[in-house]
């Protein structure tokens, strides 16, 4: 934003022409609060753009801080999730595993009790 202030030239030599060393001096005061206030535009212009450029810089700082937390919870949901599969999958084995051992058992049960039963048969046949 471009602050300007003019005299029209009518009003400046008017004030010149009128030759007392007030309006001189007044001018000249003019001036002087004007560069102080021009100066104190381009400090506050300058203090604004730091600033501005500083809000910038944490923005993007916590952008790339946020995409850093979301790519690791993404690296720790897709672990977590393998070691899910895998230990379903070692239950799953082992659920089958001792499907086999009790089926494996009840069939030698099985036997040992048909041979019990022949055994008991054979010896009543013989008392």
């Known amino acids: 934003m471009t602050v300007s202030l003019s005299l029209n030239s009518k009003q400046f030599m008017g004030n010149l022409k009128m030759g007392s060393g007030t309006n001189i001096d007044e001018l000249h005061l003019t001036q002087i609060e004007n560069r102080q206030l021009k100066e104190t535009i381009n400090t506050l212009r300058q203090a604004l753009e730091k600033s501005e450029i500083g809000q910038k810089e944490n923005i993007q700082k916590a952008l790339a801080d946020a995409g ?32 086999r051992s009790t089926l494996n058992e009840i069939n030698q049960l099985r036997e040992t009790i048909v041979n019990l039963r022949q055994q008991l048969e054979n010896h009543d046949a013989k008392h």
């Open 68 to 99: 850093n937390e979301i790519e690791q919870l993404k690296a720790t949901i897709i672990t977590l999730r393998e070691t899910l599969e895998s230990n379903k999958a070692k239950f799953e084995d082992k659920i089958q595993e001792l499907g």
